[in-house]
């Protein structure tokens, strides 16, 4: 491993820890001839299986063009699509397989997409999922509904309370 800093093309590990479960090692790096140290972060190269069959390796690059579009003249700054893409390459990787569907990329931009910018789910889910009615809208929107309806109870002043409580006639 070359020093970052000098070139020096050789370099001494003082120090290597797992982390982030397990999933990298962390090597803590000194340089014998200028003597500054730095740190490497090892993973396991994640594959991603083409439709062809064919594959390549996992990029965040791809991940954020592809939600790029979905997300045109929406209030989503590039900072924004980089998280979701590190989130994403977190989900992928902590699913355990090296090697993963181009499907399931989609499946892991979901979930983020959604508590970024509803519109932008749907735009993205519509075309990923493939909805061909107003009805499948619907139930996207729906279901949005019900989860912030969710999150809004949560964070309100009456937590836990049901609809029960709130329909005291006899039945
Ligand atoms: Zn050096």
Known sequence: M???????????????RTADDGSSIRRRRQCPNCQRRFTTIETASL?????SGATEPFSRDKVVSGVRKACQGRPVS???????AQRVEETLRGSGSAEID??????AILGPLRELDEVAYLRFASVYQSFDSLDDFDAAITSLRAERAEREAGSGATPGESSESTS????
Request: proline share 8%.
């Open 2 to 16: 070359h020093c970052p800093f000098c070139r020096h093309a050789d370099s001494r590990v003082v120090d290597s």
């Open 78 to 84: 590039a900072d924004d699509l980089a998280l979701l």
């Open 47 to 51: 594959s991603v299986v083409k439709r």
């Open 168 to 171: 005291p006639g006899p039945t």
């Open 102 to 107: 181009a499907y399931e990329i989609g499946l």
